[in-house]
């Protein structure tokens, strides 16, 4: 357990996700590792053809590992990155398990409440399914870097 998993997205909150996971990072000592989950997408015609899926999934992948570069180069962060494809909340719990993860770093959309109960929420599934200690960024918080 020697590492932080950071899960990103295009969101403006992502740059303070991060700020905050680098402040852990180096409070405790914790390599971290930039996550981006996406999840799959389905295009009729394109994933129905002959490698198409394949074509598709490894389009999505390489659109997450940029996501992920572009938000390195723009916080300043050196860390391992992963991009994923599948479920998110459930994507993101597995990492957890694989990195043998400290800690788990994610943002909110600001969904409580009723549409959080209809719509499905990735930081509540991540906080009640991970190994490890979950952090969720708020809405509205401040950088701490």
């Known amino acids: ?28 000592q914790l390599d971290l590792v930039l996550v981006h989950v996406a999840p799959h ?6 994933s129905a053809a002959i490698g198409g899926r394949e074509r598709l999934r490894e389009e999505e992948r390489q659109a997450g590992e ?7 180069e ?5 860390a391992r990155k992963r991009a994923e494809l599948g479920s998110p909340a459930e994507r993101i719990v597995e990492l957890c398990r694989e990195e043998e993860a ?15 109960s209809v ?10 399914h991970a190994p490890c200690p ?7 918080v401040e950088p701490m870097v």
Request: glycine letters at 12%; charged letters at 15%; one cysteine or more.
């Open 1 to 28: 357990m020697s590492r932080i998993l950071c899960c990103v997205d295009d969101s403006p909150e992502t740059r303070v996700v991060v700020s905050v996971a680098m402040s852990l990072a180096g409070t405790f």
């Open 41 to 46: 997408s389905h295009a009729p015609g394109i």
């Open 66 to 72: 940029a996501l992920i570069d572009r938000i390195a």
């Open 74 to 78: 723009e916080t300043g962060v050196h």
């Open 102 to 116: 400290a800690f788990v770093v994610l943002g909110s959309r600001g969904r409580g409440g009723l549409k959080a």
């Open 119 to 128: 719509l499905g929420s990735t930081s509540l599934h991540v906080a009640g």
């Open 134 to 140: 979950c952090v969720i960024v708020p809405h509205g």
